[in-house]
């Protein structure tokens, strides 16, 4: 060929490592799933903000606030410093949408309602080592209430995530919202008398009881232990006396909330934080109350510690209760889908003012996942009607038919790759998943009528029809042409 | 305050200059227009498809296809070569989203269907000096058909354009779809026997035809004119019988399309380039006609230039004809939202073969602009209910009153701010655009009923009641607590 000589300098057709495209469904499905969060959203006063994918490095900070990420970094690049152009700033993509809303907290300070309510939906950009599974884009979906340091806008997060679920197909009892607060740990941390250089390791200590369960912290707050590859981990180097209060905290859920709340109140012993943050509590659980939330739904849960590091006040996150089956072939619950909790200084790096917030965030793919598994992502079953090309010189009418199709809310498309090759035409509606095909030559247009293939009956008669029942064809039905409609109508039920 | 010395090293809260963040109904408003242009790119069998906002630098090429924008570029940055991780490679924002498409064609040609019908909606990136109304972020909106050479696929397009118009709300009458064909102009060239080195300045010139008019081009085509300012533009050099055909082409639209094709027709000459352009316009006038496009929604119309010299076939272009009031307050057409046409070697930078390809971008900034021009762009006209806070213990139960509403599908919100001044509250409803304030106090709430207090009539009796009528309040009514969801209902009408 002529033109081998360029060979050697071709690009390479690929995304960039850890970057991902999204074909048909994937976009559709995710779509729809956030449509139906985003209603919810809205229906309780939140506004949608889109920012801008890029900010300044100086804007953004670099902060990342997963703290099992030490690696996380952003995207960034200098700019040109032009006269009248470029400044010269570093900036970068956007690793979350936390960050950008603490920028326009601040920078709309005086504009925006206060509190303000805002949920945004869009992908974030981190620039980590890939890994399976590990992309660099993806998409986040929080709320935050910005401005309140009430803990009514608490318990509306809360209400509000579970609505959220059902109104993806969740059901009842498939989802619980389990709600803790770092203030009733602060407590229990001063009533076990914890010195405050040893704070900050208990803490992470702490964090790990959903891996390690009471026994594994037992040991990590007090002597340390052996991991799974044997290697000793240090303890804290607390007594067991100091330990037993915060065990007593982690595993104070009762049979109810009114328990619970028993519980971290014996807890908390008589620090004055730790009163608060019980409390605030029993606050939130009478308003979920109030708003019709069940405790099937959402319930008071000091187990939950994932973030307890991050967070300043209420903490919660979403799981999903229901069993599916992990590469192994194991059953294990489907597990967390959203998390959030109450944090201060979002704008006080811009403004020096502390200003409250407290949000959530909907792990995207994770939810898409489970709704997938549980077969609700409300997938197309099948593709467009293919009209085929039987004779080239009247794509007009073959047109007129998809047309028509259209018109009647059903979604048809003309074969448009080269039509010489019958079988071609059927095997592209196959990869289409058509569920039906219209065929119509020059002798059915003369007779005024068409041919109404229906693939999906035809597939199935490929691969259980008895000989007899193959030859009489009932995939395929001739009808008159005005008749197209009605019978791609009838096929599609 | 102990906070001062900080001061210095704030953050400042902006967005880098060029970007912007959008607000409440900017995201609703766009979301709803693209979501109805969607379902009709659907309904063509069209896919959705969401590639990656990073692209190598290498995949995406360094090129932009307006030719109106030489210093256009990327945002581009490199990789760390980390072993195991970052690669070194460049790595760039895509610029638009037809790039990408050549970048997913090539690399996914063995799973994809051909043809190729995709669509995409998402935001593209230019590091290109800001200006007003200019901005390195913003919308495009694609859809095209990737592997068909038949101008069916033009011809689908076109009607489908007209379509997506009407679907989101102009009206038949305030659009125009037009058609033109490069082919045509390439034979028009070789009849007016235009040397090839000087094709490429005429075609320049040609397209200015849209700003220059008949003459304006003549000059430019033959001697050479003068602009705006009084600078001299030299002249391509050809002769004035040279010049005609091209002018002859230019101003060849006649009543219908069965005069315009035979006048291009008488334009070309003996051109077998010509006649074959002629050729495929008639082919698409025909199809149009055959899908129930008819000549007052896309028409055969050799005056459309813009893009001509990047095209290789067909071209078209989507003019709103209705009327706005400009800057300066003259009322003038409001012109072109969406352009596209046909274009050859999309894939073959990647794998050396020609794969023909045609689409259509919609400028969805501009038509997002016409639709609000009309008060087509469907902003809801009032925001959230907000329920007071009269008294702070009994929260919970403002909360159910919120709940109730929103379980009846009204939009309502609990006021979440400090309660303390009620005066602030109205102020936040007023901010909120809220349609009803709901108001309980512990008298209230001792005799079992609430105020609903209608602030849209509020408003306007603010402005316009006489003094009894506003002494009488008919803007507030206090109705049982069971009532409340009833009344708002009735007041939102």
Redesign the interface.
């Known amino acids: 060929?002529a033109?081998d000589k360029?060979?050697q300098s071709?690009?390479?057709?690929?995304?960039?490592?850890g970057?991902?495209?999204?074909?048909?469904t994937?976009?559709?499905e995710r779509?729809a799933m956030l449509d139906r969060i985003a209603e919810i959203y809205?229906?309780?006063?939140f506004?949608?903000?889109?920012?801008?994918?890029?900010?300044?490095v100086?804007?953004l900070?670099k902060f990342l606030p997963d703290v099992d990420r030490p690696n996380a970094g952003v995207?960034?690049?200098q700019?040109e410093a032009?006269p009248?152009?470029?400044?010269g700033?570093w900036?970068a993509?956007r690793y979350d949408l936390t960050a950008?809303l603490a920028?326009?907290a601040?920078?709309?300070r005086n504009d925006l309602?206060?509190?303000y309510?805002r949920y945004a939906m869009g992908?974030v950009?981190r620039?980590e080592?890939?890994g399976p599974g590990r992309f660099?884009?993806f998409y986040q979906c929080d709320a935050d209430?910005v401005?309140?340091a009430?803990v009514?806008?608490d318990?509306?997060i809360c209400?509000m995530l579970a609505d959220a679920l059902e109104a993806v197909g969740i059901a009842r009892g498939d989802y619980i919202v389990r709600i803790n607060n770092r203030k009733v740990l602060n407590g229990v941390l001063e009533a076990a008398e914890i010195r405050e250089d040893q704070a900050e390791d208990a803490l992470r200590q702490i964090d790990k009881f959903d891996k390690v369960g009471r026994d594994g912290v037992l040991a990590l707050l007090t002597t340390g232990r052996l991991d799974d590859s044997g290697a000793r981990i240090d303890g804290v180097g607390l007594s067991e006396v100091q330990a037993a209060p915060v065990l007593a905290f982690l595993t104070s859920k009762g049979a109810d909330n009114a328990a619970t709340l028993d519980n971290l109140a014996a807890a908390v012993g008589g620090s004055a934080m730790g009163g608060e943050g019980v409390d605030e509590l029993r606050?939130i659980a009478?308003?979920l109350?109030?708003?019709?939330v069940a405790e099937d739904r959402a319930v008071i849960d000091p187990s939950v510690v994932r973030g307890l590091g991050y967070y300043t006040g209420p903490v919660f996150e979403a799981e999903l209760t229901f069993e599916i089956l992990d590469d192994t072939g194991r059953k294990r619950q489907f597990g967390s889908v959203a998390g959030g909790g109450r944090y201060d200084g979002l704008?006080e790096?811009?403004?020096?003012q502390k200003v409250p917030a407290t949000g959530v965030s909907i792990g995207v793919d994770r939810l898409l996942a489970a709704l997938r598994a549980k077969g609700l992502s409300g997938a197309e079953d099948h593709?467009?009607v293919?009209v085929t090309v039987m004779d080239r010189d009247r794509?007009?009418?073959y047109?007129?038919m998809?047309?028509e199709l259209?018109?009647a809310?059903?979604?048809?498309?003309?074969y448009?790759?080269n039509p010489k090759n019958f079988g071609n035409q059927l095997k592209?509606a196959d990869?289409?998943s058509a569920p039906v095909a219209v065929i119509q030559g020059a002798d059915e247009a003369e007779r005024g009528v068409v041919q109404v293939k229906d693939l999906i009956l035809g597939a199935r008669l490929a691969t259980q029809a008895s000989h007899e029942e193959w030859k009489s064809q009932p995939a395929q039905t001739e009808v008159a042409r005005n008749d197209l409609v009605g019978e791609v109508r009838r096929i599609l039920g």
């Open positions: 060929m033109k360029k060979k071709r690009p390479k057709a690929e995304t960039p490592k970057f991902r495209d999204y074909f048909g994937d976009v559709t779509k809205h229906r309780h006063g506004d949608p903000l889109e920012t801008s994918a890029v900010e300044t100086e804007a900070g995207f960034a690049w700019e032009v009248g152009g470029g400044s700033d900036l993509l950008p920028r326009v601040a920078q709309f309602p206060s509190p309510r992908p950009w620039n080592k890939p660099r884009q209430t401005g309140s009430s009514a806008a318990a509306e209400a606050q009478t308003m109350a109030a708003m019709g704008v790096r811009f403004t020096g593709g467009p293919v794509m007009a009418e047109q007129a998809a047309s259209r018109a809310g059903i979604r048809a498309e003309v448009l790759g592209y990869r289409r």
